[in-house]
């Protein structure tokens, strides 16, 4: 009586593949986003090089560098989106299948005295949430190693495609970028005292600066490491994660 179901069922057992598009930002740009849970920053990449460029077994983070295969770089709304579009499609595979086996058998039987019939009634379409593509972010980055284009909001220092270490290019950005911060604060606090009050004013600027001096920290130990790997024999030296963070290693 099931014969349609149960064999569209046994196809979404073994694996089906449904196209979907991933909307691309006005630049040509697709949002990714770090799945280590220490990093979840967010960057962008050209899609023609995520195509083209970007190996199925690695990316790297641009912020962290953290490795994965290139399946788990989904935003969380691109999940969202994924996960309903695929619920979707069984609901629509399953609901169409009971279809056709409910029209198969009421067309098969007889009128008599007591006739059975069976319907098909559909629960609530499953809504595909949907998904847009993050405004462009505002600085572009080429790699200097394999040519990978990816943006990010502020330094990104790792190409995502070879994982090359561009921190002497990204650093300078930050420099010029913490100088105008810095310059321009006055005039930040200004508009933030007339918008509240001193008091968000002044925690709000105190949090800007803070972030931005433990941001510089971080930079300056990918600069350090960027430029450790150009010297001839660093090859040799073992080197723990974050050494210019963890100076008692060094005099240890
Ligand atoms: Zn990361
Ligand atoms: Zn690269």
Known sequence: MFDNLLREL????QGVSVPVSIPLD??????????ADECQGQFKILFEDWRD???DEVVYCALCRHEAPATEWNTGSQREFLASTAQAFVQQTVQQAMRQDANRFNSQVKPDFVTLRLDVRPGAPVTIVPLAAADAMRQEWTCEACGCRYA??????FCPACGHNSAVTSFEYLLTHVRSFIAGSPAARAALQNAYDADVANDSMRMMLENTLSRLVGSFQHYAEALFVQLPNSST?????????NLSWVYA
């Open 237 to 245: 030296v073992k080197r723990r994660k974050n050494v210019f963070q």
């Open 26 to 35: 006005g630049h040509g740009y697709m949002d990714r986003q770090c799945p």
């Open 152 to 157: 990010a909001i502020g330094a990104a220092f």
């Open 10 to 13: 046994r196809k979404l057992e």
């Open 53 to 55: 460029k970007v190996r």
